[in-house]
């Protein structure tokens, strides 16, 4: 799937993220992503993805069409909309309105597929020699079990698990919270 594009005069502000070898952390990371990034949509490409909250989905938006309401902001802070069963192939259209509209937009991407554009890949950082390695943006989750990170990757602190629970139940951590700041890095790539 190509990226859609907006006019070169905005900014386009768009992150995919997919984690190939850690389910929970592709669930979780994105979420941090999106929190983050201020005012952003947390997209769900994955027709197999978890059951994020929300009103709608990807799926329903894609069948009935968006309402000009769905396509925008209704407050600035983070919003999620899980995918309900559609292909990204399928949801293509309503993706491109979706990113020409918000200001930042993160992508989760399937664990299974080969990832959009220039997604980066969220894996954990183990003891060698079982740390993942993998071509193109690579991002590493720091784990208590392994403390030094690979030359030349950056690599998240570890989350609290505060901050964790906040995510998962729909709630925003803590503003100033270590973990979330870091994703900031990550937006760079």
């Given at each position: 799937?190509?990226?859609?594009?907006?006019?070169?005069?905005?900014?386009?502000?768009?992150?995919?993220?997919?984690?190939?070898?850690?389910?929970?952390?592709?669930?979780?990371?994105?979420?941090?992503?999106?929190?983050?990034?201020?005012?952003?949509?947390?997209?769900?490409?994955?027709?197999?993805?978890?059951?994020?909250?929300?009103?709608?989905?990807?799926?329903?938006?894609?069948?009935?069409?968006?309402?000009?309401?769905?396509?925008?902001?209704?407050q600035?802070?983070?919003?999620?909309?899980?995918?309900?069963?559609?292909?990204p192939?399928?949801?293509?259209?309503?993706?491109?309105?979706?990113?020409?509209?918000?200001?930042?937009?993160?992508?989760?991407?399937?664990?299974?597929?080969?990832?959009?554009?220039?997604?980066?890949?969220?894996?954990?950082?183990?003891?060698?020699?079982?740390?993942?390695?993998?071509?193109?943006?690579?991002?590493?989750?720091?784990?208590?079990?392994?403390?030094?990170?690979?030359?030349?990757?950056?690599a998240?602190?570890?989350?609290?698990?505060?901050?964790?629970?906040?995510?998962?139940?729909?709630?925003?951590?803590?503003?100033?919270?270590?973990?979330?700041?870091?994703?900031?890095?990550?937006?760079?790539?």
């Amino acid at each position: 799937m190509t990226l859609p594009l907006r006019h070169p005069e905005v900014l386009l502000s768009v992150l995919a993220l997919w984690s190939p070898v850690d389910l929970v952390l592709g669930v979780v990371g994105p979420l941090g992503a999106t929190t983050a990034a201020g005012t952003a949509l947390l997209v769900d490409l994955d027709p197999n993805g978890p059951r994020y909250g929300g009103a709608h989905s990807l799926a329903e938006l894609v069948q009935k069409g968006p309402t000009r309401n769905q396509l925008e902001p209704a407050q600035s802070g983070p919003a999620v909309l899980r995918n309900g069963g559609v292909s990204p192939d399928d949801a293509r259209e309503v993706i491109a309105a979706l990113v020409s509209k918000w200001p930042n937009v993160v992508l989760r991407c399937p664990p299974e597929s080969d990832p959009i554009g220039s997604a980066v890949a969220l894996l954990p950082l183990l003891p060698a020699p079982f740390t993942p390695q993998m071509e193109g943006s690579v991002v590493y989750q720091r784990t208590s079990l392994a403390t030094r990170q690979p030359d030349g990757k950056f690599a998240l602190p570890i989350p609290r698990s505060s901050t964790v629970k906040a995510l998962l139940a729909g709630q925003r951590p803590w503003r100033r919270d270590r973990w979330i700041r870091s994703f900031n890095r990550v937006w760079g790539m």
